[in-house]
């Protein structure tokens, strides 16, 4: 693999079209829905952060479909999937000692995710 050169940075991320695609994938998840991240170790790339691993959270947002990073980063293929915008109680995350009223929101994929 060739090493971008700073002055073509511009261009190529001009010609880019993006992670979204148009491909027909049924979402598994809706707004609303409470949902459980996996507790994966991958040794390679994933983008679902240990801290956010086996904790129960709630869909707000469905985007649509995008590749998937952590097959495409690898070779495997866009395998295209909803990527989701999950909110997370600061106490699911970090315990008792966290405000009642603080949480976050990741951005996951399916594969991370199961009903919950």
Known sequence: MKALKAEKVDEALRRSRGARVDIDVPAKFAAGDRVLTRNIHPTGH????????ARHGTI????????????HAVGQGKKAQHLYSVHFAAREL???DASERDGIYLDLW???????
């Open 94 to 96: 970090w315990g008792s």
């Open 60 to 71: 707000a947002r469905d985007y649509g479909v995008f590749i998937f990073p952590d097959a």
């Open 46 to 53: 994933t983008r679902l952060p240990r801290y956010a691993r």
């Open 110 to 116: 399916d594969d991370y995710l199961e009903p919950g």
